[in-house]
Structures are given as C-alpha cells and as structure tokens.
C-alpha cells in the first residue's frame, strides 16, 4: 500500500540530547554494551542505527562508555572502515555485557519510556480517524451491501467505539472486518518497544504491523539525516490483530519468557491505534462472556492494566476499535449488562433473493462464467425451496466454483447446467442421515 506520513498525526520529535530520551544513562549504555557485544559492532554508524539513536547521541554514549573503560578505541583505521575509527568492548566491557544480558537478554533499539508513548498514542488515536461514505464505499465496494447497513456502519466505525457484528454465517461478517480495517487508511508511528519500571517490553510485531516507506535518504550512513522524527519508532500501517477460534484469555496479557527474560507486548496492545477483531466468537475454548469481561474495562476506560512477572501492574493505553463478529445470537454469548458494554450491535443478514443474484452474477463475471438462464430457474425453483430459500452470500462462489472444477476436469469450457448446479449443490450441505455401519 503506496501510503504517507499522515498530516494529522504528530509525529515524535528526535530526541536532542540523551536526556531527551527519557531513559537512565546506564540502561541505554547497557543496551549499547549488549547490542556492540551480540552483533559484534564496532562502528558508530552501526551502532546508532543498531540502537536507534542519532549518530551525535550514539558518539556521547560511545564517550560515556570509554570514559568508564568499557569501550575503548582500537587505534588504526583498517580496510573497510572508511573515515571511521573502531571501538571494541574491553574485559570489563565485555563482563558488563554479559551480566547485563544474564538480567535481559533484549538488545537493539532503544526503547521508548512507557509514559512517552502514551503521550504518542493521544496524537494519532484511532478516535481521531473520521471514516466518510465515500471511504468506507471504496473499501467494501467489492461487497454488496444494503444502503441501511453502510448508514450504520459509518457512525459506527468513526466513533471508535466497540461494535458487534452478529448474523448466520457465510454473509461476509469476517469480509465487513477486513472493509473496517483498510476504511481507516492512513499511517501511525510503532516503536520497536516500551520501557516500565526497567523493563523493557518489544510492541512491534511484523506480522501484526505492516512497515511503510519512510523515503529513505540516498545517502550513506554517516551523512544519513536522523532528524525528521524518533527512529525509537517505525512508520507503519494502522494495525490489525485478527484472532478467530484460537484467542485465549492469556494472549490479552505480557508473554513472559523465562529464558530470555524478555517481554513480549499483549495482542491488545500491538493493536493500539487501529482495530482488534476477534471473528467467531462463540468458537473459543474460553466463554464467551470471559472474554468480553476481560475488554470491559479497557473499553470502557481507554486503558488496560498489565501485570509484570514480579506481580507490580501498571496502565497501558488502550487505543483500539475492537469488532466482535459472530454467528450466534448475542442473548445467547452474554449477558445483558455485557451487551450494553458493547457500543453498536449491528445485524449482518443473508441477502434478499434480488441481492443473491446480483452477487451471484458478480462473481460468474470474475471467473468468467456464462450465465444460464434454465439453470438459475432450477436454482432458485428447485434447490432454494429445499432449504427455505435463505440465501448467503458464500452460496455464489462456492456453487460457481465447483461447477467451474466439474468442467475443468471434464475438458470442457466453463458453462453451467442443472445437472452441474445439482452436483455443486451436493458438496453444500451434508445429508442429515443415520451412518450405516
């Protein structure tokens, strides 16, 4: 997605001197002391972009470190090295780096004050995304919608609020979610981790964030300009987090690992400043009404509460449009006080039998189909009936593509019949009948 830096998020200013970076001097210099130590660095260039720190605030660091005789100089310029002098950790330097990583084994970019990104959350807030008609049209245009139920998804999606989208299945609920997630469009600025109490805890997540292309200055290292904002942060896609069957009560909280020492940041909080969607709900191993309780607080309050391993719990923001999406009734997931909880509850239903055509002649378009006027007769005269003509969305595609696979195997070009739609029929629905043995 070819996107821009956002006129209206703020983007965070770079840090002008170390204090500026809000971290102690000591946890920045044993970030770098393990950084220089596990990639081997021993440039300044490498090392600044390795910690993601100016080249100016890096020298310092660098400086601080060799004044405390943990770095030292190695004297010679060497092939390969250009202009740049190299620097090696001495025995001590060495020692302190290994003791800093037997603490936390974390090392690389420098991480951003929790406090700090709570103030960056606030700047470019997910409430702050005013969705048009227009924009949420150019997402789901690809979907046949009624007109009453784009009038509430609008509101609904601009007001950041939870939403709760319920209906049988196979008519594009998980579909609409995806239209929600690309409706919102614009970029936000991720950093690569948090700092709370010395701790630090790793946010960014390439399967979550999607990294935009910042323009990277033609130029090398050395000259490279680091001053547009914090490089602590990426520029990035608003996330999605999509969990469906397999989200447990524990991925809403810190992982933990022991060996590493190491945190990793919760789902919901990776999905700050963009949207969580958990699909078919009601098919978790957790109860439904669990889950929504573990959200009710955090939507109701614009924060989470996380719990460190030592058992202290701090705030984090909590930034995120969340969707529910479900094929059972709601009265029979929650309870009543849960479902006020939930901003907007909107009914996604099958389509009319004039919006199942249009879709079914929509996708025999795409795959190149001919339409065939005996056979929709038997569709909808013969075979609809059989099931009290309730129509879904899924039906087109999956009814297409079998008639398209039956003539594929058959050598045939692509056209339908009754007897094909008969067959494709007959892969819909299971037969209710007794096994014989």
């Known amino acids: ?19 500026d970076t809000g971290l102690s001097i000591v946890m920045m210099r044993d970030i770098m002391l393990k ?13 600044s972009e390795a910690i993601c720190l100016s080249l100016p605030l890096t020298q310092q660091l660098v400086e601080i470190a ?14 390969g090295s250009g202009s740049e002098m190299a620097f090696q950790l001495s025995d001590a330097g060495k020692s302190r780096a290994l003791d800093a990583l037997s603490q936390s084994e974390y090392y690389g970019a420098l991480p951003v004050p929790l406090e700090r990104y709570k103030v960056q959350v606030q700047n470019q807030s997910v409430k702050n995304v005013q969705i048009t008609r227009d924009r949420l049209l150019a997402n789901m245009g690809h979907l046949i ?23 049988p299945p196979g008519n594009g609920k998980s579909a609409i979610s995806n239209g929600i997630r690309d409706a919102l469009g614009d970029v936000i600025y991720i950093p690569h981790c948090i700092e709370y109490a010395g701790q630090v805890i790793t946010l960014y997540d390439p399967i979550v964030h999607n990294l935009v292309d910042d323009a990277p200055d033609q130029v090398s290292s050395l000259r490279r300009t680091d001053n547009r904002y914090d490089k602590r942060y990426l520029l990035c896609e608003r996330p999605t987090v999509m969990t469906g069957g397999e989200l447990m009560l524990d991925m809403l909280d810190l992982n933990y690992n022991p060996v590493s020492r190491t945190y990793q940041a919760s789902l919901q909080l990776k999905a ?15 109860p439904p009404q669990a889950l929504i309780n573990r959200w009710i607080v955090p939507m109701e309050a614009g924060y989470d509460i996380l719990a460190l391993q030592s058992g202290e719990k701090f705030e984090v923001p909590f930034d995120t449009l969340v969707v529910f999406s479900t094929n059972f ?9 849960a479902l006020r909880r939930i901003f907007y509850k909107i009914k996604i239903d099958g389509p009319t039998q004039e919006e199942f055509l249009k879709v079914f002649a929509m996708v025999a378009k ?12 038997h569709m909808l005269k013969v075979k609809y ?3 009290d003509n309730i129509y879904a969305n899924y039906h087109g595609n999956f009814l297409i593509d079998q008639m398209i696979s039956a003539c594929e195997y058959e050598g045939v070009a692509n056209h339908m019949t009754p007897d094909l739609l008969d067959r494709a029929w007959s892969h819909m629905y299971v037969i209710d009948e007794e096994i014989v043995h």
């Open 272 to 286: 700050t400043g963009g949207v969580f969607i958990v699909d078919d709900l009601g098919r978790q191993e957790e």
């Open 1 to 19: 997605m070819n996107m821009h830096a956002p006129t209206g998020v703020i983007a965070p200013a770079p840090p002008k001197t170390l204090a």
């Open 35 to 47: 950084t220089m130590f596990r990639k081997n660095l021993e440039h300044v260039s490498s090392i």
């Open 366 to 377: 795409k795959k190149k189909m001919p339409l065939d006027e005996a056979t929709l007769i």
């Open 329 to 337: 009734h709601p009265n029979k997931l929650f309870d009543s006080a």
């Open 145 to 167: 919608l009624p007109d009453t139920l784009l009038e509430e998804l609008g509101p609904a999606v601009s007001s950041g609020r939870s939403i709760l989208l319920y209906g």
């Open 66 to 79: 060799r004044e405390q005789r943990l770095v030292e100089a190695q004297g010679t310029l060497h092939a």
């Open 385 to 387: 009936p059989t099931i």
